[in-house]
């Protein structure tokens, strides 16, 4: 018995960097969550290699994971986790905000042209700076939706993968100091909306030699969970 593959074509916009000249590793997993099962479950995703932007990638479904290609090379594989995503614990979201004053990126930023938590133009990128809530191990940013992440079906996964993903790294970051994303299981609980207002919210929950492990989520107002993250990050030699 044969198992046929089903392809489509993915091709990442510019817009969507995280470091300089590939994509940003937040975005490329929602955007794979998204075509493996909507984010609804959550789905653990795997980076290989650089994901290019502006190339016509081959997006891969076979049984129960979807795989991304630049010809022949495996760049990111998607596959279903069977559990639920819990968040790092709820900090309001004017605590969230007030936190950013504390972001280390502000000093010395390694990626500072990131989508999600780079130094762009407001609603151009994300500007998720999250910085240290006192008095816990966590780190958080109050996240004002922009319009202009908006798509026909209101906020993409992709996005919402992208404000999950360089928080987790940040919850380990010193000034100047970087990694790359490994691993992020995704799942998203409910919908994001344009124009809200909601606190990202992440802790560290380990590490290992040169890797890094985290927690992430996305919360509205009242505490109520919209989507979690758990990341594996990878520093350089």
């Known amino acids: 018995m044969t198992t046929s593959a089903l392809q489509t074509v993915l091709t990442v916009p510019e817009r969507f960097r995280g470091p300089a000249g590939v994509a940003n590793g937040g975005w490329i997993a929602g955007a794979m969550a998204e075509a493996l099962n909507g984010g609804r479950s959550a789905v653990e ?56 004053a504390g972001f280390v990126g502000l000093k010395a930023h390694p990626f500072a042209e990131c989508f999600a938590c780079g130094l762009r133009e407001p609603g151009d990128g994300l500007r ?59 799942q998203i609980h409910r919908p994001v909306y344009p124009g809200g207002r909601y606190s990202v919210v992440a802790r560290p929950t380990g590490r290992d030699g040169r890797k890094m492990y985290g927690q992430s989520a996305i919360y509205e107002a009242d505490g109520t969970l919209v989507a979690a993250a758990r990341a594996t990050w990878i520093a350089p030699r």
Do not use: M
Request: charged share 20%; glycine share 12%; hydrophobic share 45%.
């Open 128 to 186: 998720i700076f999250p910085g240290p809530v006192e008095g816990t191990d966590l780190v958080a940013a109050g996240w004002r939706v922009p319009f202009t992440v908006t798509g026909e079906d209101g906020v993409p996964a992709s996005i919402v993968g992208a404000v999950l993903d360089c928080i987790t790294g940040w919850a380990h970051f010193g000034p100047g100091e970087s990694a790359l994303l490994g691993r992020l299981a995704v």
């Open 45 to 100: 995703v795997t980076l290989h290699a650089p994901t290019p932007l502006q190339t016509e990638l081959r997006l891969e479904h076979v049984a129960n994971s979807v795989s991304l290609y630049d010809g022949d090379k495996l760049l990111v594989e998607a596959i279903p986790v069977a559990e639920d995503l819990e968040g790092p614990g709820f900090v309001a979201f004017n605590d969230a905000a007030r936190a950013e």
